[in-house]
């Protein structure tokens, strides 16, 4: 009797120990589904669905905590990007096709921003990218190097395609400064950009349109030395310190200009890796 009595105790127990740890795992699956439900939903919410870019929602949530840091004002570049007559282009090449321009230059868009920078998409057309310690001639060279970027032919499955952008830029510093504020200059300058220089980019900032007209007028100038071929090498010699002997040259490039006379190169190589002619720029002094 006594060894049935224990024997039942036991069976209860392990019966009873089975029971809780069958609730608890349905428990622990029930609460992992929940919170990946969640979570799915948190990142549908706060992220575009085609690109997988964060979209306007999440984009207001991070301005505001970049312009709320309290570790010194520094300075915040905004760049509003639109595709140029992409409602032509998805009503000739068809929307599928369209989609994939879009994710793909929401791929250039977000390796250009890096790390540090935060990229959303707004609209069909219409990406942004913050660009924190940004000051003017480091985001005249990302705006440069950027929509030549864009403006590069797209391998899209048998079709190559290309297509152009237009951008706007504001810089704001991160001192509390209200978000919409800096989404609004940037979009006026925006469609600044588009009323006057469709496929480049225009500033907010008064005085900076004047600034962004010379970039234009080096730029092709650059182009238009690096085509007639009047970059020249100059050489460098590599020199051994054993016996004073030249072991080999460094080519050096040097740009004389027409009407400006010199042009140092710490100017114009920037701008040529920047507006993608440091490639053409390269053959030729090798060819030379």
Not at 138 to 155: G, H, N, Q, R, V
Not at 160 to 172: D, L, Q, R
Request: hydrophobic content about 45%.
């Amino acid at each position: 009797q006594l060894s049935k009595f224990f024997g039942t105790i036991i069976f209860a127990c392990v019966g009873l120990t089975l029971y809780v740890v069958t609730r608890y795992s349905n428990h622990v699956r029930e609460l992992k589904a929940r919170l990946q439900t969640e979570e799915r939903a948190r990142r549908v919410a706060m992220h575009d669905q085609l690109t997988g870019l964060p979209n306007r929602r999440h984009l207001k949530g991070v301005l505001n905590w970049l312009l709320s840091e309290n570790d010194g004002a520094r300075r915040l570049g905004v760049v509003m990007i639109n595709l140029d007559r992409f409602k032509s282009f998805n009503d000739a090449n068809g929307r599928p096709l369209g989609d994939e321009v879009l994710i793909n230059v929401g791929k250039i868009l977000n390796m250009r921003a890096g790390v540090d920078g935060f990229v959303a998409r707004l609209e069909t057309d219409e990406f942004i990218a913050l660009l924190p310690g940004q000051g003017e001639e480091e985001l005249m060279d990302w705006l440069s190097a950027t929509l030549t970027a864009i403006e590069a032919p797209m391998a899209l499955g048998k079709q190559t395609v290309t297509i152009s952008a237009t951008a706007g830029a504001a810089i704001g510093l991160t001192d509390g400064r209200d978000a919409e504020t800096l989404l609004h200059r940037s979009s006026l300058a925006l469609r600044r950009a588009k009323d006057t220089s469709r496929g480049w980019f225009a500033f907010f900032k008064t005085g900076m349109d004047e600034l962004v007209r010379q970039r234009a007028l080096f730029e092709n100038d650059l182009w238009n030395a690096v085509r007639q071929d009047e970059i020249a090498p100059h050489f460098q010699p590599i020199v051994s310190l054993e016996d004073g002997k030249p072991r080999g040259f460094e080519i050096l490039a040097r740009w004389t200009h027409a009407t400006r006379g010199p042009i140092p190169p710490d100017q114009f190589i920037p701008a040529a890796e920047a507006s993608g002619a440091i490639s053409e720029m390269t053959f030729n002094l090798l060819r030379k």
